[in-house]
C-alpha cells in the first residue's frame, strides 16, 4: 500500500518561503517519480515539478522555474519543495504524487494549504 503524507504548508507573506516536504510509505523503486502539483480556489489541478527517485531529471512549470526547486532524501523516503519568492498566485491546495516511469500519476496524498498573501 503507497501513501503520501504532505506538510509544511502555511500561511505567509509574499516574498517569503515555505518547504514541503512529501513522505512516502511504500512502493519507491528505481522507476518512481514523484511529483507536486497545486490547485487553486476555483481552478484545476495543475503539474508544478516532478523527480525520478534516482534524482535524475527534474521538470518544473514555467510558472514556478528559478522560484521553487525539488529534491529528494531517499534515506528518508521524503521528497520536498523549495518555495522561494513566493506570491499571492502561489496561493493553493498543493498535492504530492507518485507514478512509475511511463503511468500516471496514481497515488496522491491529502494535499497541503499555502496561503501567501500581498
Known amino acids: 500500500q503507497v501513501q503520501l503524507v504532505e506538510s509544511g504548508g502555511g500561511s505567509v507573506r509574499a516574498g517569503d518561503s515555505l518547504r514541503l516536504a512529501c513522505t512516502v510509505s511504500g512502493g519507491t523503486s528505481i522507476r518512481t517519480v514523484m511529483g507536486w502539483f497545486r490547485q487553486a480556489p476555483g481552478k484545476e489541478r495543475v503539474f508544478v515539478a516532478s523527480?525520478?527517485?534516482?534524482?535524475?531529471?527534474?521538470e518544473y512549470a514555467d510558472s514556478i522555474k528559478g522560484r521553487f526547486t525539488m529534491s529528494r532524501d531517499n534515506a528518508k523516503n521524503t521528497v520536498y519543495l523549495q518555495m522561494n519568492s513566493l506570491k499571492p498566485d502561489d496561493t493553493a491546495v498543493y498535492y504530492c504524487?507518485?507514478?512509475?516511469?511511463?503511468?500516471?500519476?496514481?497515488?496522491w496524498g491529502q494535499g497541503t494549504q499555502v496561503t501567501v498573501s500581498s
Open positions: 504524487a507518485l507514478r512509475q516511469i511511463g503511468g500516471p500519476f496514481d497515488y
Open positions: 523527480i525520478r527517485w534516482s534524482g535524475i531529471g527534474t
